[in-house]
């Protein structure tokens, strides 16, 4: 299918791996251009000539901590007009709600609800002119289920999701749509190294865990990122307009509800 936006500029926001990356490469192969971003450099730098390698688009790596007024400024100096926005940034670690201090409570809102609210203030005035944008925020299973551990992350992406459900419906009559993806268990680093914990905290081995987390799933398997990233691009695409305001599950079925 062709999704009608090849030639657009996106910023992928934490794009250098996972399910960020996934995007990044879905929207590359749509054709766009991309300025992504990462805090580590050299991965950063290594995804960047992969993108360039396999699509022959324009990539622009930023290496910076999006979540910091500086790292901003640079992603919108490199991109000032983007019509795709994909915002994603790591979350919190897993950690007893009890454990949390004051300081993380407010760090963790900054990176999960405040950012991507940031950039969004910074670029949708911009799409609304040009006639056409496309705003995808990555957040969590964990908005609809709760995870024991992450409930900084948990209650900052539930906030965003609240936030943005009212601005949505500002923006759809300019061509302009935000959505949110809310990935279950994904095949990443993140969800990997958990294992481990789970693995040294139970005195299971690390496949045995991961056995029976695949287990829990009805799919019974871990989502990928490359699927992930296919289903940003198309929320991005030109066939998506009348999309706005939606939570998109991809958990293989994991969260059980009729609505």
Known sequence: MDLGI?????????????????????????????????RNETTLNETADEIRDRFGVRVTAIAADVSTAGGQALLLEACPNPSILVNNNGGPPRKDFREIGREEIIDGVVQNMVTPIELIKATIDGMAERGFGRIVNITSLSVRRPLSGLDVSSGARAGLTAFLAGVC?????????????????????????????????????????????????????????????QTCAFLCSQHAGYMTGQNVLLDGGLFESAF
């Open 6 to 38: 090849k030639g657009l500029d996106a910023i992928v926001c934490a794009s250098s791996r996972g399910l960020g990356k996934g995007c990044a490469m879905a929207l590359a192969e749509a054709g766009c251009n991309l300025v992504i971003n990462s």
């Open 169 to 229: 419906r500002l923006y759809a009559e300019q061509n302009v749509t935000i959505n949110n993806l809310l990935p279950g268990k994904m095949d990443t680093t993140r969800l990997t190294g958990g294992f481990e914990k789970a693995a040294l905290a139970t005195g299971r081995t690390i496949e045995e865990v991961a056995q029976q987390q695949t287990a829990e799933i009805p799919a019974k398997r871990f989502g990928t990122p490359e699927e992930f990233g």
